[in-house]
């Protein structure tokens, strides 16, 4: 493959709407007759609806409907909520008549004005039976406690089947030969002992009984002969998604059809989950998403109360819109889980990790058990090499918003945990940073995670991080600032510098590509992929333009609506789409490449295979035809040529858009069905430096570089945005944002923006630099791995390292590391003050 | 009845053209009024349905109150002169540099457009659980939530907590009582000159006010005089991020000097009490010292005697204590130099 335009900055043809506000999100539509809907959302934690009265605010003046838990399907069973979690038949439901958080939406009431609509919901008489509730994981588990659900306070999975065990779902993704899957998790009441709380030292996770655990090697051993080792408790924070587009969305109903403007990751895979959601058929929908303004794993795909006014819609027989505001979105806009973890590592006295013992708790929120605790241990085997490791946890329900997979999930949080440990071992065994991770980081095929049950653990496809170690240790003048500052300080400032690791999922494999090249000569991609403010909507189908060698200018992409027939495709999550699409869209041009070597072969004569395509021209013995006479040719030819014909193993959303559009020129169709060996997994590694005052615990980062093992850069200036945005969730997560629950009354303090705190422009390093190794992966044909969440765990790590490099390593054990907490840890010594186990504070 | 937030009630709006018209209306509706300067604190309310005003008085329309004056030697800022404005007059910065500083930290770019003066000294505290709809003291309820063993209050009080322990959230506030500013206040009887440090008001006197505005009464302007011009100022205000974040504690002072000593000085600190805390004993303390080391520790730590921190706000002490020692001896030789 060329590289006229992968690894070349270009606009993408959306950028203009974005930047002027043209560009219309479901929020800007206005259809004849719309209605307005407003939610009652519960004022508790955890309670049931014993007396609901709607009459009076039913006879309001423009109340033209009201949609309760009753009008509702039942809990939908196997949706997606986010990268490898379905849901059960313990999962929400959109509206709920037993609320398990604040927030949660008990009925909807659509009028003709949103002012009316919120009179009307004050109207409605309403009374709560209040229930036990619990906001912090650890307390959860105190004997006698409070559950979050009346069914109990833990996610146990259930014994495997035989030959099942240890089958993560990490491992499970992507994969030739998948473990079988494991049987649902259950709801139980779990709690541990006054014993188990007794036996943990002050700030330390007491190791009371798991529900799950995996392994490889032997960790007793390691440890035994280990030169060191430490054991640290860390807890990092719930954060919540904060997209700047709320999920607001819009529905009506025409022709049997509902019509459905929302926010989303994926624009084909909202069908079929919305449907579910919804309780009607994946054909009655048609799903409008032209822009998403982000998601970071919150619209993974769409969101259950999209169900809301598609019901209310058809209630009240009129288009309906719901605009959620900033407060209804903290709570109902999802949460990325914290995780409370101890964790024992051993380390040779080279810097070495011979085992790691590692037990985590995950604060899971009331609904669907999230593998982000599970994910932390992975991450941190693949990250770190260790030679022999064991993963313990537990999944603790708590009535706080419900949590999904935020950028990065789990990987970030399994990061923040093991890099402060890393840290403190090279200081210990005077080892540099930088090659304390060069002597444990992942190379070529390396393993990671659990022994599956044929003996052997999963693998990588590829991995440079010592490759990209080393260009950042050069790019951010590792050792001209380790001489100059590292621990440092001038009169009340101090210096420090950090390093970090962090790997994340990179691609996945197995979608379908679509494009038509029409009569005209142009080329029309279809794609799938939803457009939630990064470029992979649009760079991965460059390939097609390189692959057919036609300049981009000559494609139009078409998007953002499913009844424009669109390809199956990945959702926009795990950083799947540029290595997933890129392959897909590779097939597809191959498969176009072919047809145009066979239709020149037929009209010229000659093999098809003397026949190049190149130039916009498909050309050989015979002369040559352009690309405009071979799609006409191709129309003439029928069958597989202009789309009549498809290949047997494209998922059936692709064969029936391809069906439609049949005829109109040559179709470049296929699935990836390229072989892969390994999982696809992408790392960035993190440089930062910092200041901290040490007068008032303010932290500045001065410098920050990111380096990305990525695969071939697609976009570089895509991948600059990806390596910064995600640099600046991890700069959040490591400084400034977080909740804030009150334990006593299980209500949230922190509601809004200013509250959460998440970082701004000017808490933004002050020098940003952003590359990549640039090396092909070599597992798939286009050399392409996802960047967009690797990044987050890796200035997660790297600034909290540089502050303990600044001020001492046991200055904090939890996120985010505000003013408060270094103040007081400065003021007693540099020793940790702060509680390490209470969850929002 | 269920409750809804985030959606304005319905209210019937005036918007007067003239100081006397905003205050006739003011004593027509008396406490139905509320009084809309730049609507950052008001609106927050107005959304969350928690105050439901039969009329909002907004005074964007009065020209008169906006803008600032050359009054000899010192300046008169009309109370709905936007912060961006008083950011960047000439005079402001040619004489109180100070509350320049202090204004420029407030929120963000696009508050600071919006935003008045009049308006930031006046609002209402963020108590979070005040201003969640919690029915506390504040609120008129008999409970402080924020003062729990479970409370979660690290932004509140450590100083003259009387049943309520919100503090004053204001980043101009501190500047404009380290310069004796007057506050002038309009309303049907005519006009009232109040002292900016008597403008404020602690729990212990009302607890459902912040200031000693009562309905009917209008912030017009503030008078700052000129006896502190030119003065050598400090001000610095800790956040937990450098956009549109309130103060963990701000600090803002003014010092004369008399040859290489402190000649007099005032000290306040915000977020630290209901009201910007100024510290006289501390002023009187250092005047003669010289501006050092051991000047500095002195003062920082008698500005925190008597100081009660709550469960999650002690880090308040250090800090306040170490803001005072800045006031004193500056903070410059903590810059880096490489």
Known sequence: MANKLIGQNYTTPDLVAKVTGKAKYAEDYRVDGMLFCKLLTSPMPHARVKRLDTSKALAMPGVKAILTADDMPGAAAGATLGENVQSTAQAERGLTNEPLYQGEPILAIAATSELEAAEAVEAIDIEFEALPFVVDPIEALRPGSANARTQGNVWVRPPAPAGGRGASGDAARGRGAAPPSPPPPQVTVWKWTEADFANAKEGELPLGKFSDEWSFGNVDDGLKKADLVLDETFMTQSTGHQPLETRTAMAYWQNGKCYLHGSTQSTVQTVASFARWAGIQPNQVVMISEYTGGGFGSKIPGSIFMAIPALLSKKANAPVMMRITREEEHFIGRARPGVIARVKAGFTKDGRITAIDMYA????????????????????????????????????????????????????????????????????????????????????????????????????????????????????????????????????????????????????????????????????????????????????????????????????????????????????????????????????????????QEIAAKSRGGNPEAYKVAGGKVSGPGGSMTFAQAAQKAIELGGTYD????????????????????????????????????????????????EVDTETGAVKVLDYTAIGDVGRILNPRGLKGQLFGGSMLGLGHAMTQRWAYDQHYGLALARRFHHNRPPTILDAPTNFIGDAVDLADPETPTGIRGVGEPPVGAAYGAIMNAIADAIGDDAFKRSPVTADILLTSLENGGKRTHETLTAHI | MAVIRDVIAAFELFQPATVDDAVRLLDQ?????????????????????????????????????????????????????????????????????????????????????????????????????????????????????????????????????????????????????????????????????????????????????????????????????????????????????????????????????????????????????????????????VAGKPRNEETAKMAGEMAIQGAQPLRYNGYKLPLMRNLVKRAIRGSEGGSWTS
């Open chain 1, 361 to 596: 708790i995950c604060d899971n929120g009331p609904y669907d058990a999230q593998g982000d605790a599970r994910t932390a241990g992975t991450t941190i085997s693949l990250a770190y090499q260790p030679q022999a490791m064991r993963w313990r946890g537990l999944t603790v329900l708590t009535n706080t918003p419900p949590k999904v997979s935020q950028r990065a999930p789990g990987g970030m949080q399994g990061v923040g945990i093991m890099e402060p440990i890393l840290s403190k071992a090279a200081r210990r065994l005077g080892i540099d940073q930088v090659e304390i991770r060069k002597i444990n980081a992942p190379s070529g095929k390396a393993p990671f995670g659990p022994t599956l049950p044929n003996g052997k653990q999963a693998y990588v496809t590829s991995a440079f991080v010592k490759e990209a170690l080393d260009k950042g240790r050069e790019l951010f003048k590792w050792d001209e600032k380790k001489a100059a500052f590292s621990g440092k300080r001038q009169g009340t400032k101090a210096r420090g510098i950090g390093v970090a690791v962090s790997p994340f999922a990179g691609g996945s494999i197995g979608f379908d590509a679509l494009f038509i090249i029409k009569p005209d000569g142009r080329i029309q991609i279809q794609s799938g992929i939803g457009n939630l403010g990064t470029h992979s909507l649009f760079d991965v189908h460059r390939i097609v333009a390189e692959m057919l060698d036609v300049p981009w200018e000559q494609c139009d992409v078409v998007f953002g609506n499913t009844a424009k027939n669109l390809p199956w495709t990945c959702v926009s999550a795990g950083s799947q789409t540029a290595h997933a699409m890129t392959r897909a869209a590779h097939a597809a041009s191959t498969s176009a490449i072919k047809k145009l």
């Open chain 2, 29 to 285: 509706h008396g406490a139905d009024a509320l009084v809309l300067a730049g609507g950052l604190d008001s609106m927050d309310w107005l959304k969350d349905r928690l105050k439901r005003p039969r009329y909002v008085v907004d005074l964007s329309q009065i020209k008169e109150l906006r803008g600032v004056r050359d009054v000899v030697g010192g300046l008169e800022i009309g109370a709905m002169t936007p912060l961006t404005e008083v950011v960047r007059h000439p005079l402001v910065k040619d004489r109180f540099g100070l509350l320049m500083q202090a204004a420029e930290l407030v929120a963000s770019p696009q508050i600071r457009n919006q935003g008045t003066i009049g308006g930031n000294v006046s609002q209402d505290t963020r108590c979070w659980y005040y201003r969640g709809g919690w029915n506390c003291y504040r609120a008129g309820g008999n409970t402080c939530y924020a003062d729990t063993p479970t409370a979660i209050n690290r932004e509140h009080a450590i100083f003259d907590a009387d049943r309520c322990v919100a503090v004053s959230p204001s980043d101009t506030a501190p500047a404009l009582v380290a310069l004796d500013a007057q506050m002038i206040i309009r309303n049907s009887r005519g006009e009232r000159v109040v002292p900016a440090e008597e403008y404020f008001v602690g729990p212990g006197i009302d607890i459902t006010r912040m200031n000693t505005l009562r309905p009917g009464d209008l912030l017009t302007a503030i008078r700052i005089p000129a006896t502190w011009a030119g003065a050598q100022f400090y001000f610095e205000k800790v956040r937990d991020r450098q956009v549109w974040d309130f103060p963990l504690v701000n600090i803002a002072s003014a010092i004369k000097p008399d040859g290489g000593n402190i000649g007099s000085m005032r000290l306040v600190v915000g977020a630290v009490s209901c009201v910007p805390r100024r510290l006289k004993d501390v002023e009187t303390a």
């Open chain 1, 643 to 690: 789309g009549h014909e498809v290949p047997e193993e494209l998922n059936n959303f692709t064969k029936t858009s391809a069906k439609a559009l049949a005829g109109q020129g040559l179709m470049g169709v296929a699935k990836d069905t390229y072989p892969r060996d390994g999982q696809s997994q992408s790392y960035v590694v993190g440089f930062a430096a910092v």
